[in-house]
């Protein structure tokens, strides 16, 4: 399982680092615009990696003036390196950033 999530998240950095655009904006400020992402996210075949990517703005960096990152957000389990977003549940870096960020 762990060699497995190395590889996707290794796939998945190497996506962002060869300049896969994704929708960093808008940020969703309510959460009816919250859930359109998530209900967009849930229209997806869960092994479509790219496309959760694209939808959900990530980033290979932190964002914005306060430098938000994965390390800080609620859906981020520290020891397996993981967004536990339903909808998205992928492995991810600490530094990096998505529009469904939060807090």
Not at 1 to 8: H, I, K, L, Q, T
Not at 43 to 60: A, C, M, R
Request: hydrophobic residues 40%; aromatic residues 10%.
């Amino acid at each position: 399982m762990a060699s497995e999530n190395g590889a996707v998240l290794k796939s998945i950095a190497d996506m962002l680092a060869n300049g896969l655009k994704t929708e960093v904006e808008p940020f969703p400020e309510t959460d009816k615009e919250f859930a359109e992402i998530l209900l967009q996210l849930r229209q997806l075949d869960p092994k479509d990696l790219e496309s959760k990517l694209v939808i959900g703005g990530f980033l290979d960096h932190p964002y914005g003036p306060d430098r938000q990152r994965c390390l800080e957000c609620m859906y981020y389990l520290v020891h397996r390196r993981w967004c536990d977003l339903p909808e998205l549940s992928v492995p991810v870096d600490p530094d990096w950033w998505c529009r469904l960020w939060r807090i």
